[in-house]
């Protein structure tokens, strides 16, 4: 099969990649770029531990060709290490006790993230609503609900003071 170059951003840095026509995007992160926080958990679009960013919006990278990402701004859960909104979210998540064995993790922080990026302010409906498409088989999410609903109440109350005074109280 001929593979096919593909230009687009991931995390923050200008790629050329190469792949195939119909190779699914979760496999040219994983095997290709080594991004590994992206987690093959069903290849049925179920599970969304396979969720990332595509020009900031959630999707379930099993079920995007790579070829799709062609110009894209691509964000996996690598690429978070230094935004505001992953780093709470990741402390409330420990907090909370929102993760067990961290299989969801990442997808499920991706998930949050881009809803306290639209919806600052989220009920728990909307937390919920947000995160159906992310299955957790240990917390019974409870725990991750209270952790997005933390983290956004603590964004809210400190958005004007630096991030290593609010991820760290």
Do not use: W
């Not at 019974?140 to 109280?169: M, T, W």
């Amino acid at each position: 099969m001929r593979h096919m170059q593909i230009q687009n951003s991931v995390n923050g840095e200008l790629r050329t990649i190469e792949a195939e026509p119909r190779q699914l995007l979760v496999h040219v992160l994983r095997d290709s770029l080594r991004l590994t926080g992206v987690h093959i958990g069903c290849d049925t679009s179920q599970c969304g531990a396979c969720t990332v960013l595509i020009d900031q919006k959630t999707a379930k990278s099993c079920t995007v060709l790579a070829v799709q990402t062609e110009g894209c701004r691509v964000q996996t859960i690598e690429g978070m290490e230094q935004d505001r909104i992953t780093t709470v979210l990741k402390r409330a998540f420990n907090e909370c006790h929102g993760l067990q064995c961290g299989f969801c993790t990442p997808g499920m922080l991706m998930a949050a993230r881009a809803l306290l990026v639209t919806t600052p302010e989220p009920s728990e409906h909307a937390v919920r609503d947000a995160l159906h498409g992310n299955l957790c088989r240990c917390t019974g999410y409870q725990n991750i609900v209270d952790a997005v609903l933390l983290a956004a109440a603590r964004l809210k109350e400190h958005a004007d003071r630096p991030l290593e005074e609010v991820s760290h109280e």
